[in-house]
């Protein structure tokens, strides 16, 4: 079964750190760009960022120089990771992780069920 779950969400002070996990199975994810995205109550699900196969990472303006994407391809593991710093109360949201088709940071058809992460002043 073709599945990504993520992991790692729960409650933290502002200023403080979390780190989300995902792992893909099921299926060879070689070349595939993964990302983060979240969706906060009332909202738009909104792109957090992405990596690719090769590592090259992308943020949104708003997580920027506080959030830290990475992968391990070594043995099979598929996982990605969503390292976020500094975190401010508007950080509150469900995150999702996703799986392109291919190499191109777009276009996501497999998605995770989501971890929440909330962040209080």
């Known amino acids: 079964q073709v599945q990504l779950v993520e992991s790692g969400g729960g409650s933290v002070q502002a200023g403080g750190s979390l780190r989300l996990s995902c792992v893909a199975s099921?299926?060879?994810?070689?070349?595939?760009?993964m990302g983060w995205f979240r969706q906060a109550p009332g909202k738009e699900r909104a792109f957090v960022g992405g990596i690719t196969w090769g590592g090259t990472t992308y943020y949104a303006n708003s997580v920027k120089g506080r959030f830290t994407i990475s992968r391990d391809n070594a043995n099979a593991k598929n996982t990605i990771y969503l390292q976020m710093d500094s975190l401010k109360p508007e950080d509150t949201a469900i995150y999702y992780c996703?799986?392109?088709?291919?190499?191109?940071?777009?276009?996501?058809?497999?998605w995770g069920q989501g971890t929440q992460v909330t962040v209080s002043s």
């Open positions: 099921g299926r060879s994810f070689s070349n595939r760009a």
């Open positions: 996703a799986a392109s088709p291919d190499h191109r940071m777009r276009d996501f058809d497999l």
